[in-house]
């Protein structure tokens, strides 16, 4: 059987909030691990610089990073699974929304100087 890309119907935005979001579990002082096995909290989301942000070792458009700031994004996440809202303070990404391929990571995640 074939893998089908994006079986939720995730729209474009919250793929793209969803791809942010478990850069940022990932990364010291932004996300931790847990509450539940596979799990990863992010509760430190980075601030602007122009008109991008920093990811770690990324550089993200602003435009793909506005679901990181969008309380219906969040909650559209936690309906399907992926994630429990705590807005604004913190998300956390469940084992399912940690796993899930959004296809966008080559995309949106540039590395290099600006």
Same mark, same amino acid.
């Given at each position: 059987?074939? #893998? ?5 119907? +995730? #729209?474009?935005?919250? /793929?793209?909030? +969803?791809? /942010? @979001?478990?850069? *940022?579990?990932? !990364? ?9 096995? =596979? ?35 969040? #909650?559209?996440?936690?309906?399907? =699974? /992926? ?7 913190? !998300?956390? *990404?469940?084992? =399912? =929304? ?5 296809? *966008?990571?080559?995309? !949106? @995640? ?5």
């Amino acid at each position: 059987m074939p #893998n089908k890309q994006n079986p939720l119907k +995730l #729209n474009p935005l919250q /793929l793209r909030t +969803l791809t /942010l @979001l478990q850069a *940022l579990a990932h !990364i010291p002082g932004a996300g931790e691990s847990g509450p539940a096995e =596979g799990e990863h909290t992010v509760r430190h989301f980075p601030g602007r610089h122009a008109d991008h942000f920093h990811v770690g070792e990324f550089v993200v458009s602003g435009s793909d990073a506005t679901g990181l700031f969008n309380e219906a994004v969040w #909650n559209a996440l936690s309906r399907k =699974g /992926l994630a429990r809202s705590a807005w604004p303070d913190a !998300i956390t *990404l469940t084992a =399912g =929304g940690v796993a899930y391929d959004t296809g *966008l990571a080559g995309e !949106i @995640l540039h590395t290099g100087n600006h």
